[in-house]
């Protein structure tokens, strides 16, 4: 591992707040987005941080700040016209029952927007970073800003443009769960990419319909008031003594800085061939079963169980080494499998696919870790998500939360947790600035919540890159692991 270690600095050029443009034909009001149940499902989440690596190998500090910079300013102060509730802020006023995001022109609301240049000894920075190899986590830290948050106001996105002399530069965007899943985040970044390219060619560019975000929040029916009980969740396990607590708008903490260190990072991939190959492989250990369910074999489900028994491989491998040492006890326990589904289409009525906010549910089940790894183990996992996809239920809102509490006492008793961020439909790369496609995209952020991630192979051939966090130790089991599997065609 070609380790940057502790070379890295980061000079911080500027630190500004991009504001809406300001029409003179039109005036800008304050603006109150309410929040929806499915918001305050992840009212509490860490932050997700996102970064884009763009590749310019003649991009000196001038050209950067004469061409680069003005643009992505100019362009995203014109984006946030569309997205006012990046502007604002996240508050719950004493008087309010729940929070919402407030906008207030006049307080010159606006997004954080760092500058920075990266300054290392090591001239290959911006290739390292936007490889695939086996990284340390803690080297992308400091290319994503931290959001503002504090008990009584919290920032909705921040964002920080890095340079890497006559390399490149990077995005990295930060954004409150509780205000954007990753449909909303993505259909941003795309709609500021689209007006960043027009406005090099046109002074007045438009969004085109399918990029304007609708805030319309009465799409999403609540009858029952599930926006309360999903907030109220988050209430009781705060300090009840102390009304500005309860009233915090604190996230999780992540974890430690220790913790962090140990842990390394590296990408993935599955091509369109790999893809086929392990359906012909599940296909044909599913047909010696005497089960004679229909199994839906699709890219998501193929990859996640491929990568799923690979990292329980790799981190029962060191859990039983350590446990043996410890007290003479491999025990395996449980693993817990979950992903996020979008529900857009799947509400009663279905909604725009351009919904501004989050829409999306967290789907869970529990099995033996041994399970996933026995010999058939790609199949078994295979199984278990088809039957998860296929019993996704939208409007079943209480039956989820209901399994989610399940999971979560589960948790507590040990197991593990295998998660996914991202999705192979969102088209990260596809978010072209002017200067092209970017050369890799990251979730930066799974090295706190331990999922993997997915995205759209860049070369768009129909395949999948995961990006996986852990530890050095278990990162190098995943990788052989991983390609053994699809070189001998046996997991």
């Known amino acids: 591992m070609a380790a940057i270690e502790n070379r890295v600095t980061l000079k911080k ?19 109150t987005l309410d929040l929806t149940y499915f918001d305050f499902f992840w009212f509490k989440n860490p ?5 884009f690596f763009y590749e310019m190998t003649d991009l000196t500090w001038d050209l950067f700040n004469s061409e680069i910079l003005p643009k992505l300013k100019h362009s995203l102060s014109f984006t946030l016209l569309h997205y006012l509730p990046l502007a604002g802020h996240i508050m719950w006023p004493l008087d309010a029952a729940k929070p919402a995001v407030y906008y207030f022109p006049d307080q010159n609301d606006g997004v954080s927007f760092a500058v920075a240049e990266w300054s290392s000894e090591c001239h290959a920075g911006f290739h390292h970073l936007s490889g695939n190899g086996i990284r340390q986590a803690v080297e992308f830290h400091p290319l994503v800003p931290q959001l503002s948050l504090t008990d009584d106001k919290a920032e909705v996105i921040a964002i920080q443009i890095t340079l890497f002399p006559n390399q490149g530069f990077s995005i ?48 999403i029916k609540d009858p029952t008031g599930q926006d309360m009980l999903q907030l109220n969740k988050w209430v009781v396990g705060s300090d009840n003594s102390d009304p500005q607590k309860i009233r915090s708008l604190k996230v999780l903490p992540f974890l430690d800085s ?44 193929l990859t996640l169980a491929y990568v799923f028994v690979c990292m329980a491989k790799a981190k029962l491998a060191k859990a ?37 906010g989050n829409c999306n549910g967290r789907h869970c089940e529990t099995a033996k870790a041994s399970d996933f790894v026995q010999e058939n183990g790609v199949a078994f996992v295979a199984e278990m998500l088809s039957d998860m996809v296929k019993g996704i239920d939208a409007d079943a809102i209480e039956a989820n939360d209901d399994k989610v509490s399940e999971i979560l006492e589960i948790l507590k008793e040990g197991a593990m947790i295998f998660s996914v961020a991202g999705s192979t439909q969102f088209d990260v790369y596809g978010s072209d600035f002017g200067w092209g496609r970017p050369k890799k995209v990251e979730i930066v952020s799974i090295d706190r919540t ?22 050095k130790q278990q990162m190098e089991v995943f990788e052989s692991v991983f390609a053994d599997g699809l070189k001998n065609d046996l997991v």
């Open 13 to 31: 050029h500027e630190v500004t707040k991009v504001t809406p443009f300001v029409n003179p034909n039109s005036k800008t009001t304050s603006f």
């Open 172 to 219: 990295g965007v930060s954004s409150h769960h509780a205000i954007l899943d990753g449909k909303t985040s993505t259909l941003f970044l795309k709609s500021w990419a689209y007006l960043c390219k027009q406005l090099q060619l046109c002074h007045h560019p438009c969004l085109s319909p399918e990029l304007t975000p609708l805030l319309d929040r009465t799409v």
């Open 47 to 51: 932050p997700v941080e996102r970064l």
């Open 258 to 301: 220790e913790s962090l260190n140990k842990l390394v990072r590296a990408t993935f991939e599955l091509t369109r061939e790999d893809i086929t190959k392990l359906r012909h492989k599940v296909n044909h250990q599913l047909s010696k079963s005497s089960k004679s369910k229909q199994v839906r074999l699709s890219t998501f489900v």
């Open 320 to 356: 039983k080494t350590e446990a043996e040492a410890a007290a003479g006890n491999d025990e395996i326990k449980n693993i817990i499998v979950g992903f996020t589904a979008d529900y857009r289409s799947r509400l009663d009525p279905p909604i725009p696919l351009n919904y501004f």
């Open 450 to 471: 331990q999922a993997i991630s997915l995205a759209e192979r860049r070369d768009g051939g129909g395949g999948v890159e995961v990006g996986v966090v852990l530890e």
